[in-house]
C-alpha cells in the first residue's frame, strides 16, 4: 500500500509569495495531521483533522497559515503571504492511534 | 500536561556497540500510549513501535528492544549490536491526554561509525 504522499518535495519561493502544500493520506485513515520541524523548535503540530474536520489548529502559528481537507483523500496547507522565518520541513501525517508520515516538503523562502 | 524528556541530544558510538536511547515522560492520564520514531539522514519518520501502558513487558524486534518502566515514567530503546544503519534522530512521543495529539521529545541524534 502506498504510504502518505506529499507534494511537492521541494518548494522554493520569493518572500510574499503564495505556497500551497498538498497531502494524500494513507486510503482508511480518520485522522489528518499537519506538522513542521525545524531546528529550532523541533517537530510542532499545527493542525489535525478527524473526518475531514479540523479538531485542534492551535498550533497554527497565525492567520497567514490555513489548511484545508475537502475530502478523505486529500488536504492542503496554505501560506499566504509567505516569509523567510517559514522556512522548515513540513510533514503530513495520517493515522488513527499511530501515525504515520509522509516525506515532507522542504520549503525555502528567499 | 504531557511532557517527553530526551536528556541525551547526541550519543556516538562505534558499530556492533550496545546503545540504549532514553526517555523519560509526564502524563496525568492512568492509560496511554508511548512512541518511538526513527528520522534517518534522508528526513522522513518511520514508526517504530506503539506501547501501551497497561502492557509493561519489554518489546524486543531483531537487534531492537524497548524497556517501559511504569515507575520511572520511562520507556528506554535499546539497539544491541549497532550498524551503520542506524545513525538517525530518534525521538519518543505521548499523546496529549484524551486528544490525537502527539507530544514529542527533542529527539536524540544516533551516530555510528564504522
Known amino acids: 500500500d502506498a504510504g502518505v504522499i506529499q507534494s511537492p518535495r521541494h518548494e522554493v519561493t520569493e518572500m510574499g509569495q503564495e505556497v500551497t502544500l498538498r497531502c494524500k493520506p494513507i486510503?482508511?485513515?480518520?485522522?489528518l495531521f499537519w506538522y513542521r520541524q525545524t531546528m529550532m523548535r523541533g517537530l510542532e503540530l499545527l493542525i489535525y483533522f478527524n473526518n475531514n474536520v479540523p479538531i485542534d489548529d492551535s498550533g497554527m502559528p497565525e492567520d497567514r497559515f490555513s489548511a484545508k481537507m475537502p475530502n478523505a483523500s486529500f488536504s492542503t496547507l496554505k501560506i499566504q503571504p509567505s516569509e523567510p522565518r517559514d522556512s522548515a520541513v513540513y510533514f503530513c501525517?495520517?493515522?488513527?492511534?499511530?501515525?504515520?508520515f509522509g516525506p515532507g516538503t522542504r520549503l525555502t523562502v528567499l | 500536561a504531557q511532557k517527553v524528556t530526551q536528556a541525551q541530544t547526541e550519543i556516538s558510538v562505534v558499530e556492533k556497540e550496545d546503545v540504549t536511547l532514553d526517555c523519560v515522560y509526564e502524563?496525568?492520564?492512568?492509560?496511554?500510549?508511548l512512541f518511538w520514531y526513527k528520522q534517518p539522514p534522508s528526513g522522513e519518520l518511520v514508526f517504530l513501535i506503539r506501547r501501551n501502558s497497561f502492557d509493561e513487558q519489554n518489546e524486543i524486534s531483531g537487534r531492537y528492544s524497548w524497556n517501559f518502566q511504569k515507575s520511572t515514567s520511562s520507556f528506554n530503546f535499546t539497539i544491541t549490536a549497532s550498524q551503520v544503519v542506524d545513525s538517525a534522530v530518534y525521538f519518543c512521543a505521548l499523546p496529549q491526554g484524551g486528544s490525537e495529539k502527539l507530544v514529542f521529545g527533542k529527539g536524540t541524534k544516533l551516530t555510528v561509525n564504522p
Open positions: 502524563t496525568r492520564d492512568t492509560t496511554y500510549y
Open positions: 501525517a495520517s493515522g488513527g492511534g499511530t501515525q504515520y
Open positions: 486510503s482508511g485513515h480518520d485522522y
